[in-house]
């Protein structure tokens, strides 16, 4: 079996704090990770490799700049076997849609994938689309919010979809393209060994022009939305704080608080 | 689709079914829809894709707000598909030209929306919590927060129809419904291979312990590592019970293994924007705040006089939560039965 795993490299979100001055939330430094959210399609793909007596083979592919090659190391060293960077300047400003036709072109270039999976959404953009996207772009079956892989056969999967209010069973034929929930597994943390193999592992470069992207299709040029203004907002709030009250004191004060707004 | 942009107009919701019923976020979106509609002197209208759809909600998507109703009922349609919802929504978008597609960021919403967006190559904003119309020019302002509500941007689609946005469940309320308006139905059908889909449904499972999805609940009580123990929840879903509302937790909660991950808010869990967000326990990390810091009313109880939860708070305690939830509970009691 050949699974594709797509991995994004986000600013670390271990390093956000809140600026006690303007109220409004800070990123200190530049310091990247691979997507959390991604670790758990990672982990997933592994999982069936380690399960499945054939062959199966895993490719992380990545798109971003220079430096996202470290959110595929991340990848090999818990046990993906190769990866490549789709890396270009023409590919910069890239929404969801240009970014989606970059990927399904890469995941067709490279060629016969079984299954493609990808995180819920990135903890940046948080948009969540470019899974979907892809899958609609391959014209193959998009499993999203996915909990649990019930079943794996060489002709077909059969998962359950986290959806309001419980679960779905859904199955479809191979190949397909799955999204994965949290609550999925737990990623595993790399052993030593797979860290030196990923530190050793060569992960080539791709290109607009090694894939033959359509030019019109691709970074900004190529993305159907712009974004126009962006601003920060204050989170910090006026607060009414008890404090050093008796609590059925306390409690009377908030019930008042929340009958003044209507609450109760 | 890139092209005539002036041949696009109106303003179209996706409407949502769960089971048979009309879920709530439907006329959450006809509120957005019927905002930009009167600002743009056009029409909105609401889509409809199921089996055995009955006269009943499509006439609650009219006193709700919209124009005209889409209606696509095939026994394929029973069950949401991404690539058999998507292709009929393409061929209904291909035919009426709407300028403005929005549905709701739902497990439903935010898969069909970028398969569909993916079929007309067309533009996607994801989890909008602002929609609005650009006076010059009549585009859709779409704003959306990101990176954990660190940043808000404002995104549009100039030369792409339609102009498609999944919106953030609960960010405006539905508008009362009104028994005397009038609307126009529209049935249509397409050839078999349209309602066709490669994902075949199998079943449904209900999750007894998820009232309601917490993305959805008008009050989210919540807890975290202040609870000490799984058990301690129950007085949450007490006080949850008492607004009405569900139970929410922060990451520490969920991974300890109090709590199924699905009631998990924050960066790597649910965003939720209540009408009431009661955090207990919660000590308010970046990460948690960034899940819940668009609700509408913040309260907090902390012991922490220090604890980040109270910087984003409309009201807070500062107490042991052992103390004041026994009493909130008895209260809140006291009051339902006094009201009854």
């Given at each position: 079996m050949k699974i594709a795993v797509l991995v994004k490299q986000v600013p670390a979100t271990e390093k956000v704090k809140m600026d006690e001055k303007t109220g409004t939330m800070i990123r200190s430094g530049t310091e990247a990770e691979a997507n959390p959210l991604d670790m758990y399609a990672v982990e997933e793909s592994v999982r069936i490799k380690e399960r499945l007596q054939e062959d199966t083979e895993i490719t992380v592919i990545s798109m971003g700049p220079p430096m996202a090659i470290d959110a595929i190391k991340d990848a090999l060293s818990m046990g993906c076997d190769k990866g490549y960077l789709v890396s270009d300047r023409a590919l910069a400003g890239a929404d969801t849609l240009a970014t989606a036709y970059t990927l399904s072109k890469t995941i067709e270039k490279l060629g016969g994938f079984d299954l493609i999976f990808t995180g819920e959404?990135?903890?940046?953009?948080?948009?969540?689309?470019v899974g979907p996207s892809i899958g609609a772009q391959l014209d193959i079956p998009v499993l999203t919010y996915v909990s649990k892989i019930e079943e794996l056969n060489s002709n077909l999967i059969r998962v359950r979809r986290a959806i309001e209010g419980g679960y779905e069973v859904v199955e479809a034929p191979l190949p397909s393209l799955v999204s994965v929930v949290k609550e999925i597994n737990e990623p595993r943390i790399p052993n030593l060994r797979g860290k030196i193999k990923a530190k050793n592992a060569e992960v080539p470069i791709l290109t607009a022009k090694d894939l033959q992207l359509?030019?019109?299709?691709?970074g900004l040029k190529g993305s159907p939305t712009r974004v126009v203004k962006i601003f920060y907002p204050k989170l910090s709030r006026e607060s009414k704080i008890v404090s050093g009250k008796d609590p059925e004191l306390a409690v009377e004060e908030l019930l008042k608080f929340l009958e003044e707004k209507e609450l109760i | 689709m890139k092209g005539n942009v002036s041949e696009y107009k109106g303003v179209w919701t996706l409407g949502e079914q769960r089971g048979k019923e009309i879920s709530s976020v439907s006329y959450e979106l006809l509120a957005w829809g019927r905002g930009l509609a009167d600002k743009l002197k056009t029409e909105l209208s609401s889509i409809l894709l199921g089996h055995k759809i009955s006269e009943e909600n499509i006439q609650n998507l009219i006193q709700h707000g919209a124009d005209k109703v889409y209606v696509v009922d095939h026994p394929l349609l029973e069950h949401f598909t991404p690539d058999g919802y998507g292709k009929v929504l393409k061929k209904l978008i291909e035919e009426y030209k709407p300028s403005i597609m929005i549905a709701s960021a739902t497990t439903i919403g935010r898969t069909v929306m970028p398969v569909l967006a993916a079929m007309i190559e067309t533009g996607l904003t994801a989890d909008c919590t602002g929609l609005d119309i650009e006076e010059k020019t009549g585009l859709l302002l779409q704003t959306r927060p990101a990176i954990g509500g660190n940043v808000m941007a404002t995104i549009k689609t100039p030369d792409h129809r339609p102009q498609m946005a999944t919106v953030r469940p609960k960010s405006k309320r539905p508008l009362q419904a009104d028994a005397s308006r009038k609307g126009e139905v529209i049935r249509k059908s397409y050839p078999e291979d349209i309602y066709n889909s490669k994902v075949r449904f199998i079943k449904f499972v209900k999750d007894e312990t998820a009232e309601a999805p917490i993305q959805e609940a008008e009050v989210v009580v919540a807890g975290g590592k202040g609870l000490k123990d799984g058990k301690n929840f129950d007085i949450l879903y007490e006080i949850a019970t008492l607004l009405g509302g569900a139970v929410g937790a922060s990451r520490q909660a969920v991974d300890m293994g109090w709590i199924p991950y699905s009631h998990q808010v924050g960066l790597s869990g649910k965003t939720v924007s209540p009408r009431l967000y009661i955090a207990m326990g919660i000590s308010g990390a970046v990460q948690h705040l960034a899940g819940m810091s668009s609700a509408e009313t913040i309260v907090a109880v902390n012991s922490d006089p220090d604890a980040n939860i109270f910087k984003v708070s409309d009201f807070g305690i500062v107490g042991d939560l052992f103390d004041i939830a026994p009493i909130l509970v008895k209260r809140l009691r006291e009051i339902k039965n006094q009201r009854k």
């Amino acid at each position: 079996m050949k699974i594709a795993v797509l991995v994004k490299q986000v600013p670390a979100t271990e390093k956000v704090k809140m600026d006690e001055k303007t109220g409004t939330m800070i990123r200190s430094g530049t310091e990247a990770e691979a997507n959390p959210l991604d670790m758990y399609a990672v982990e997933e793909s592994v999982r069936i490799k380690e399960r499945l007596q054939e062959d199966t083979e895993i490719t992380v592919i990545s798109m971003g700049p220079p430096m996202a090659i470290d959110a595929i190391k991340d990848a090999l060293s818990m046990g993906c076997d190769k990866g490549y960077l789709v890396s270009d300047r023409a590919l910069a400003g890239a929404d969801t849609l240009a970014t989606a036709y970059t990927l399904s072109k890469t995941i067709e270039k490279l060629g016969g994938f079984d299954l493609i999976f990808t995180g819920e959404r990135a903890t940046d953009g948080e948009t969540g689309q470019v899974g979907p996207s892809i899958g609609a772009q391959l014209d193959i079956p998009v499993l999203t919010y996915v909990s649990k892989i019930e079943e794996l056969n060489s002709n077909l999967i059969r998962v359950r979809r986290a959806i309001e209010g419980g679960y779905e069973v859904v199955e479809a034929p191979l190949p397909s393209l799955v999204s994965v929930v949290k609550e999925i597994n737990e990623p595993r943390i790399p052993n030593l060994r797979g860290k030196i193999k990923a530190k050793n592992a060569e992960v080539p470069i791709l290109t607009a022009k090694d894939l033959q992207l359509d030019t019109t299709k691709i970074g900004l040029k190529g993305s159907p939305t712009r974004v126009v203004k962006i601003f920060y907002p204050k989170l910090s709030r006026e607060s009414k704080i008890v404090s050093g009250k008796d609590p059925e004191l306390a409690v009377e004060e908030l019930l008042k608080f929340l009958e003044e707004k209507e609450l109760i | 689709m890139k092209g005539n942009v002036s041949e696009y107009k109106g303003v179209w919701t996706l409407g949502e079914q769960r089971g048979k019923e009309i879920s709530s976020v439907s006329y959450e979106l006809l509120a957005w829809g019927r905002g930009l509609a009167d600002k743009l002197k056009t029409e909105l209208s609401s889509i409809l894709l199921g089996h055995k759809i009955s006269e009943e909600n499509i006439q609650n998507l009219i006193q709700h707000g919209a124009d005209k109703v889409y209606v696509v009922d095939h026994p394929l349609l029973e069950h949401f598909t991404p690539d058999g919802y998507g292709k009929v929504l393409k061929k209904l978008i291909e035919e009426y030209k709407p300028s403005i597609m929005i549905a709701s960021a739902t497990t439903i919403g935010r898969t069909v929306m970028p398969v569909l967006a993916a079929m007309i190559e067309t533009g996607l904003t994801a989890d909008c919590t602002g929609l609005d119309i650009e006076e010059k020019t009549g585009l859709l302002l779409q704003t959306r927060p990101a990176i954990g509500g660190n940043v808000m941007a404002t995104i549009k689609t100039p030369d792409h129809r339609p102009q498609m946005a999944t919106v953030r469940p609960k960010s405006k309320r539905p508008l009362q419904a009104d028994a005397s308006r009038k609307g126009e139905v529209i049935r249509k059908s397409y050839p078999e291979d349209i309602y066709n889909s490669k994902v075949r449904f199998i079943k449904f499972v209900k999750d007894e312990t998820a009232e309601a999805p917490i993305q959805e609940a008008e009050v989210v009580v919540a807890g975290g590592k202040g609870l000490k123990d799984g058990k301690n929840f129950d007085i949450l879903y007490e006080i949850a019970t008492l607004l009405g509302g569900a139970v929410g937790a922060s990451r520490q909660a969920v991974d300890m293994g109090w709590i199924p991950y699905s009631h998990q808010v924050g960066l790597s869990g649910k965003t939720v924007s209540p009408r009431l967000y009661i955090a207990m326990g919660i000590s308010g990390a970046v990460q948690h705040l960034a899940g819940m810091s668009s609700a509408e009313t913040i309260v907090a109880v902390n012991s922490d006089p220090d604890a980040n939860i109270f910087k984003v708070s409309d009201f807070g305690i500062v107490g042991d939560l052992f103390d004041i939830a026994p009493i909130l509970v008895k209260r809140l009691r006291e009051i339902k039965n006094q009201r009854k």
